[in-house]
């Protein structure tokens, strides 16, 4: 099954990717039909757990919307059962080394390139394993998140690990490690030279790149400067920052 994240990477593309940590199906549907390329069910910092993940997946589904899953951490085990769950990605926080980034490619490989174990019991649907089998090294697509000082330190040589397909940078963790408040949407002129060296590094590898934003007017900004993996809306945000303007207009009277 060909795997439309990274195809457009292929092409040049940039994929524009909504966010759910909502553990509800119905809020996943939602999501998917409002015309995003990609999303992802976020295991880190959502309210999901395994079980609100599938029903996410399994309402994304009826739409040509790609599933991603962001683990809570580089755990092969929670690594293997996303995958085999249906996810076309996995997004892992915090890789800092190279030794992590090659551990992340393993989880999602099965040999002789990787340490994944096989068992797709969703992702096959239903007993198509072998189909399943001959294409998932190339479909699923790897992606580590660059989000502290360490990792900028070893940024060359986790872009060289073989298998990674995209680096996802998390705005606010690495603005801590960098002495920074916590945000999104950052400007500061030391963080947008770093933003620059991720981009030039990642392309000579043919690596995309991606962010987490906090506005559209800010991802459609990092778009044209040349990330090809933004996202924005998350879905719990929607919600509470929709309803406290509803309120907000109706408390003026």
């Given at each position: 099954?060909?795997?439309?994240?990274?195809?457009?990477?292929?092409?040049?593309?940039?994929?524009?990717?909504?966010w759910?940590?909502?553990?509800?199906?119905?809020?996943?549907?939602?999501?998917?039909?409002?015309?995003?390329?990609?999303?992802?069910v976020?295991?880190?910092?959502?309210?999901?757990?395994?079980?609100?993940?599938?029903?996410?997946m399994?309402?994304?589904?009826?739409?040509?919307?790609?599933?991603?899953?962001?683990?809570?951490?580089?755990?092969?085990?929670?690594?293997?059962?996303?995958?085999d769950a249906?996810?076309m990605?996995?997004?892992?926080?915090?890789?800092?080394?190279?030794a992590?980034?090659?551990a992340?490619?393993s989880?999602?490989?099965?040999?002789?390139?990787?340490?994944?174990?096989?068992?797709?019991?969703?992702?096959?649907?239903?007993?198509?394993?072998?189909?399943?089998?001959?294409t998932?090294?190339?479909?699923i697509?790897?992606?580590?998140?660059?989000?502290?000082?360490?990792?900028?330190?070893?940024?060359?040589?986790?872009?060289?690990?073989?298998?990674?397909?995209?680096?996802?940078?998390?705005?606010?963790?690495?603005?801590i490690?960098?002495?920074?408040p916590?945000?999104?949407?950052?400007?500061?002129?030391?963080?947008?030279?770093?933003?620059?060296?991720?981009?030039?590094?990642?392309?000579?590898?043919?690596?995309a790149?991606?962010?987490h934003?906090?506005?559209?007017?800010?991802?459609?900004?990092?778009?044209?400067?040349?990330?090809?993996f933004?996202?924005v809306?998350?879905?719990?945000?929607l919600?509470?920052?929709?309803?406290?303007?509803?309120?907000?207009?109706?408390?003026?009277?």
């Amino acid at each position: 099954m060909s795997n439309p994240v990274k195809d457009a990477w292929k092409q040049g593309r940039a994929v524009v990717n909504g966010w759910l940590g909502i553990p509800s199906a119905f809020s996943a549907e939602l999501m998917a039909k409002a015309g995003f390329d990609s999303l992802t069910v976020d295991m880190q910092h959502g309210i999901q757990d395994y079980m609100s993940t599938v029903a996410c997946m399994q309402a994304i589904q009826a739409h040509p919307v790609t599933p991603l899953v962001r683990v809570p951490w580089l755990e092969q085990g929670i690594i293997g059962k996303v995958l085999d769950a249906g996810a076309m990605g996995v997004i892992c926080p915090m890789i800092n080394t190279p030794a992590e980034a090659k551990a992340l490619v393993s989880a999602c490989r099965y040999a002789p390139v990787g340490t994944r174990s096989f068992g797709p019991v969703r992702a096959a649907i239903y007993g198509q394993g072998g189909a399943y089998f001959d294409t998932a090294n190339d479909d699923i697509a790897v992606i580590a998140m660059i989000e502290t000082k360490q990792a900028l330190d070893n940024l060359e040589a986790i872009l060289d690990v073989p298998g990674i397909d995209a680096i996802y940078i998390g705005p606010s963790d690495l603005g801590i490690t960098l002495g920074l408040p916590p945000r999104l949407d950052r400007e500061e002129p030391e963080v947008m030279t770093i933003y620059e060296r991720l981009l030039k590094e990642a392309a000579k590898r043919n690596i995309a790149v991606g962010l987490h934003n906090g506005t559209p007017e800010y991802a459609l900004k990092m778009i044209k400067m040349g990330f090809r993996f933004t996202t924005v809306s998350n879905d719990a945000a929607l919600v509470g920052v929709g309803a406290l303007r509803d309120v907000a207009v109706m408390r003026k009277g």
